[in-house]
């Protein structure tokens, strides 16, 4: 599905993040981007929200967001709810309008409905306009440093690249140390950061000059070489970034690296489905177990949250059974713990699903193809041996 892009007009920060917080529980995938002049900007937003509690002077805002995006869904939110201040906002080009009083510590609960709706009711008349073209973004994350993230990410992509032969893209947000490029023996010459720095003059075509190729068909977005970027600032560029993507393939495939990276965020909120890749180590079952829990809290429960257990042997302690009962979630995936093929795909920069026909590349190939629908059926589960106790751990 299509990404919602929202853009939120308040000079208020702390009103700006809890309107995030509240945009984003209404279950669809929202996108917060930057306004821009109305030559610069490269994303039309789908839904703006307008501050206007510090009386009339803001209606000018309203006004032009509606000349300027005639489609947008406008909410303006006031301090009160006096009918000439409602008129004034309709005849300025809002579509809702919403009362929250400064003083209030929670939004009312008339305003969580109403703006809920309003998303939603956005996110269905998007899906409805962009019948012909449907990107679905695929968000990885490592529970712990050395789960193999972008080995995983990296086999993902390449396999849906090969297999459904549609525009595929892999994007390493991993600052100064992204293994992206590595892993396929790809050197790009361009890199995220450079295209967040061009984000005002973004287009399809400049876009394709930034991109690298893979002879399987995947295209790449290489990480970055600088080691403090992207960094927070870069947020709402990544987002327009993101969303300007969603418009050329069929398949986005994002290394996250680490959840606590400071643009996380836009990969989590990003993605129509969310994927943790998990050791069958107690540090790894114990971070997963927090990250699944901290999602929760950050409002994504809407959206698939799947744990893949990497590097599974029968001569572990931890069972994935046991593994469930610790993070509330079902094991969706487990690939086999096997060094030295791994290794040897990474020395020659070739991925598994290309390169060899072991079990590990079986399994990353079965996987890909549910995920694009090319065939059916639940994953089979080899029986496995009883392993020690570790419940009492956590």
Not at 45 to 53: Q, T
Not at 185 to 200: G, K, Q, S, Y
Not at 296 to 321: C, F, H, W, Y
């Amino acid at each position: 599905m299509a990404q919602l892009s929202t853009i939120i007009a308040t000079e208020d920060a702390g009103f700006s993040d809890a309107l995030t917080k509240l945009v984003r529980s209404a279950g669809v995938s929202v996108g917060i981007v930057e306004e821009r002049s109305p030559d610069g900007s490269s994303v039309e937003p789908d839904v703006a929200l307008v501050d206007i509690r510090s009386g009339t002077s803001a209606l000018g805002k309203i006004q032009d967001y509606r000349a300027r995006w005639p489609s947008v869904a406008i909410i303006a939110i006031a301090s009160t709810s006096e009918s000439q201040l409602i008129l004034q906002a309709m005849r300025a080009g809002a579509n809702e309008f919403f009362e929250c009083p400064p003083d209030l510590g929670e939004f009312p609960a008339a305003m969580e409905e109403g703006v809920g709706l309003a998303v939603r009711q956005s996110a269905e008349r998007l899906a409805t306009l962009d019948t012909k073209h449907v990107c679905r973004t695929l968000s990885f994350f490592g529970t712990k440093g050395g789960t193999g993230t972008t080995t995983v990410a990296v086999n993902c992509a390449t396999e849906l690249a090969r297999t459904v032969k549609r525009p595929t893209l892999i994007v390493d947000f991993n600052p100064f140390v992204g293994q992206v490029g590595l892993f396929l023996n790809v050197r790009p010459r361009f890199t995220l950061v450079d295209a967040l720095e061009n984000i005002h003059r973004l287009d399809t075509a400049f876009l394709s000059g930034l991109i690298a190729k893979h002879r399987s068909g995947l295209e790449i977005l290489a990480g970055s070489e600088h080691i403090d970027r992207p960094n927070k600032q870069d947020v709402g560029s990544l987002n327009e970034l993101l969303q300007l993507l969603g418009q050329n393939y069929d398949f986005i495939v994002i290394d996250g690296g680490s959840l606590t990276s400071p643009v996380s965020e836009a990969a989590i909120f990003s993605a129509d489905s969310i994927y943790l890749v998990a050791n069958p180590d107690i540090p790894s079952v114990r971070n997963t177990q927090r990250i699944v829990d901290h999602l929760a809290r950050m409002g994504v429960g809407a959206k698939p949250m799947r744990v893949l257990l990497n590097r599974t042997s029968d001569q572990l302690m931890i069972g994935p059974e046991q593994i469930e009962q610790v993070i509330g979630q079902k094991v969706h995936e487990e690939f086999p713990s096997d060094y030295a093929t791994v290794s040897a795909a990474l020395n020659a920069g070739v991925p598994l699903t290309l390169s060899n026909h072991s079990e590990l590349a079986a399994r990353f190939s079965r996987f890909t193809r549910q995920i694009a629908g090319v065939e059916s059926g639940k994953t089979q589960v080899e029986a496995k041996k009883p392993r020690g106790q570790v419940l009492n751990l956590f």
